[in-house]
Every structure is written in structure tokens, then in C-alpha cells.
């Protein structure tokens, strides 16, 4: 099935023969009390990721379990105690970036302008199609707002090395602006003229999430038609690596590396590093339906709120994350009953895991009902790219009906007993409304709300 039928009220044709359930009709009635203005739909899907720049492939290989977990290449890691990660390799740029740029650009920069161009490709928007002075939009309400948690990480890394070993003389004029975090948006703008609100947010591995619920209230607040939203990383290099060794939260599962991300899994030790970009295009629905877009799904709502208690621990009742589903569904306008899928941050460290657990249980005080997956367990930690991706992976979850296993699953902690983890292989199952979870180092938490579209 391609992403991109309209979801009346299920992608696919098996839809019609579907019956309505409850929890499906109460989230089209909380839908339609808000003004077109106000509901926010995703019109287009841009990814970069360790199984490649195409959502459908991408999700296909989580359906069929596919890790992207391996030893690292792109350097020599043989003295670091981590040597592995889900690292992008042979990356195309599928012609999106110029010779020269593609030579000058990060990694970081890279995924921001391919995945971004292709959500605006998905979404009928791209610069080439709009050449007749953009027909289908106001470009000064159009916005971008990509965030990033380390920026420009091997431009950083080689400008320091060539201050170091050769001075100052030797540092690249790209330097400074290639490694900043809000360039990825910018040159993005710029390649497409794209005038409306236009910044970064870089709130580690929540930052896409971030990212997602300013893009909506832009919109909501009248300050936009569209925004182009997500996240992206590129830190899978020496300085990159030994951070989060220094750090002691990297799995050391050197011998069986495709083993070593194990969400809620007794044998757990660290987290794999992972890489790339996720960015949809965000729009008003009444923008959307005068252009005659097709829809993917709904966003609902969202919210953020910070732990306050530790720079790289959360806090162990779970308080703050709890406290961000709850506004997430507030903001939503819809009872918890009508949520039947997490996709979980779960990035299978020792206490994070449980924290989000315990968190989970107290919102969602009955989870038989629940699947809750972990996307980590195949593609690693993208990061600042975390959410973006998984948005994706929750997107087609929405579409296809069908939600991804979380691998190595094989001996699981009890505070996760009740909560139907989707172990090992996938599930087929009709999604209501979905969340999706993404916490960063500082305490920074996120929650998202998707559902299927429905008029």
C-alpha cells in the first residue's frame, strides 16, 4: 500500500468493509469540532534513514523485522568499547543536492534538504512543480522548522582538528555556518523561497517532537499555512562515538550487534547510535482541501514539559512524562480510551525504559487494549532525528493497519507485564489514535498525537 491515499476512514479499500468502532468515532467527533483552520494534517513524508529514503521501503523492512544494526565502517572504532551502530551507508542524495554542495555539506545538512524535498515532492510542493510562482502557495506562509541536536557534528570535529594541528588559517569558511543547528531549515528555505517562520529547536533526542507541536500552533495561531517540521543527525564519528561512551549509555554488545538494542529487555545494556532525518509537511486542513492535497493522516495535538531533575536521568516515577501525555491529550481533545498505540521512546537503557513504562501505566490505567513498540530496536537512537523517524513509522502504522515488532524481546521486565510489546513479530492492528514519545537529555519530554484522517 502507498503512503499517500486519502483516509476515508481507514487507508485502503478494505476500509468500506470495516466496521466503525467506538473509539474511531469518538475521535472524528473530537476532529470535527475544530475549525479547518485549526485541524492540522500531514500532506507529505520525507526520511533518511539506515534502510533507505522511502517511507513504504523503510516500513517494510520494520514489518519484516529487519535490523540496520552493524559494525561501524565509516572510521576505524576498533578502540572504542562501542564498535557498532545503525549507521547510513552509501547515502544518495537522489540528485536533490547540487556537486559542489554535496561535497561542502554535512551529513547533518544533507538528510535535513533530502528528506525535506522529498515531503515537499510527497506533498505536490516541491519548488519545480510550484515554478509558475508558486500557484498552491503563499510562500511567505510557508515555514520550516527542522531542529537538530548536535548540528553540523563533522564540520565541527574537522574545524577543531584544523585549528589544532594546522591553526586558525586552516579553519573552513563553512565552518560556523555549516555546523550551527539552524542551517538544515535554512538552506532548505532558501533552495525553496520559502518566507514564513523559520528557526531551529534543539532539545536533544526530543528535538523533531519539538519540533512538530511549534509547527502546529504556527499554524493555529494564524502565522502560517504549512510548515515543513522534523528533525535530523549525522553523529556517527569519532568525537560522536566517544561523547556517549564518555556518557557510559552505549550498549558494549560487540559480538552480536543486531542484539544489543533490546527494549524492556531484562539483558539490556545501552543504547546503538543510529542516524538520519524525518520531516513531514504540515498543513492547515482548510489550506490542504483548497489545494485538493491528499491527506496521510491527522495531527491532533501535542505537548512538551521538562523533568527538573536530572541532565541525562529521568525521573524514576515517571512524573514528567506522564504528566506530557496527558497534556498531549488534552491538547488533542481526546480521552485516553481512544489511544490503542504508543510508539515508545524506549531506547533500551536500564532506567529510561522503566521511567516511560511506569509513566504509561499511570495515564493508560488499562493497557489491554494497548500495542506499544519500539522502533529503536531496528534502526538504533537517531537522536534529534528520533522522533521525526518514528513519526513516520507511526504514520504508516495509522495507514497500513499493520504495527512493526520490537526485536529481542525474549526476557522482559515485569513492570512492562500487561502492556503488549509486539515482540518479535509484527501485529496487524486498527489504530484509533496514536502517540508517540520522545525524551531528551535535560528532561525534555514530548508527546504526539496522530489518527487516522477523517472529514
Not at 238 to 244: D, H, K, R
Not at 326 to 339: H, N, P, S
Request: proline residues 4%; aromatic residues 6%; charged residues 20%.
Amino acid at each position: 500500500m502507498q503512503l499517500g491515499q486519502r483516509v476515508r476512514p481507514f487507508s485502503g479499500a478494505s476500509a468500506a468493509r470495516r466496521p466503525a468502532r467506538a473509539g474511531s468515532v469518538a475521535v472524528r467527533a473530537a476532529a470535527a469540532t475544530r475549525d479547518p483552520k485549526q485541524r492540522i494534517v500531514i500532506t507529505g513524508i520525507g526520511i533518511c534513514s539506515v534502510h533507505g529514503n522511502d517511507p513504504d521501503a523503510f516500513y517494510s523492512k520494520l514489518l519484516d523485522g529487519v535490523s540496520g544494526v552493524g559494525p561501524i565502517d565509516r572510521f576505524d572504532a576498533s578502540e572504542f568499547p562501542t564498535r557498532f551502530a545503525a549507521q547510513i551507508k552509501n547515502f544518495d542524495d537522489e540528485g536533490m543536492i547540487d556537486k559542489k554542495n554535496a561535497r561542502r555539506y554535512d551529513d547533518c545538512l544533507k538528510y535535513t534538504m533530502v528528506s525535506g524535498k522529498k515531503a515537499l515532492v510527497m506533498a505536490g510542493l516541491e519548488k519545480e512543480r510550484c515554478s509558475e510562482g508558486y500557484s498552491q502557495v503563499d510562500p511567505t506562509r510557508v515555514g520550516v522548522l527542522v531542529g537538530t541536536g548536535m548540528g553540523g557534528l563533522t564540520v565541527f570535529q574537522d574545524g577543531v582538528s584544523n585549528l589544532v594541528q594546522k591553526g586558525y588559517k586552516k579553519i573552513s569558511p563553512f565552518f560556523i555556518p555549516y555546523a550551527i543547528t539552524n542551517m538544515g531549515g535554512a538552506l532548505l528555505a532558501i533552495d525553496q523561497g520559502f518566507m514564513g517562520p523559520n528557526y531551529s529547536i534543539s532539545t536533544a533526542c526530543a528535538t523533531a517532537n519539538y519540533a512538530f507541536v511549534a509547527a502546529a500552533n504556527h499554524i493555529r495561531n494564524g502565522d502560517a499555512d504549512v510548515m515543513i517540521a522534523g528533525g535530523s543527525e549525522a553523529p556517527i564519528i569519532p568525537v560522536g562515538l566517544g561523547g556517549f561512551v564518555a556518557c557510559r549509555a552505549l550498549s558494549t554488545r560487540n559480538e552480536e550487534p543486531v542484539k544489543a538494542s533490546r527494549p524492556w529487555d531484562c539483558d539490556r545494556d545501552g543504547f546503538v547510535m543510529g542516524e538520519g532525518a524525518g520531516v513531514l509537511v504540515m498543513e492547515s486542513l482548510e489550506h490542504a482541501t483548497k489545494r485538493g492535497a491528499k491527506i496521510y493522516a491527522e495531527y491532533l495535538g501535542g505537548a512538551v514539559t521538562c523533568d527538573a531533575h536530572h541532565m541525562t536521568d529521568p525521573r524514576s516515577d515517571g512524573l514528567g512524562v506522564s504528566t506530557c501525555i496527558e497534556l498531549a491529550l488534552k491538547d488533542a481533545r481526546i480521552a485516553r480510551e481512544q489511544v490503542n498505540y504508543i510508539n515508545a521512546h524506549a531506547t533500551s537503557t536500564l532506567v529510561g525504559d522503566i521511567a516511560e513504562v511506569k509513566a504509561v501505566k499511570k495515564v493508560f490505567t488499562d493497557t489491554a487494549h494497548l500495542k506499544m513498540n519500539g522502533t529503536k530496536s531496528m534502526i538504533g537512537h537517531c537522536l534529534g532525528a528520533a522522533a521525526g523517524v518514528e513519526a513516520i513509522a507511526t504514520l504508516k502504522a495509522i495507514e497500513t493497519g499493520w504495527v512493526h515488532p520490537t526485536l529481542n524481546q525474549h526476557n522482559l521486565i515485569e513492570e512492562v507485564a500487561g502492556i503488549d510489546t509486539v515482540p518479535n513479530e509484527k501485529k496487524q492492528h486498527h489504530i484509533t489514535a496514536a502517540i508517540s514519545n520522545s525524551f531528551g537529555f535535560g528532561g525534555h519530554n514530548s508527546v504526539v498525537v496522530f489518527a487516522p484522517f477523517r472529514e
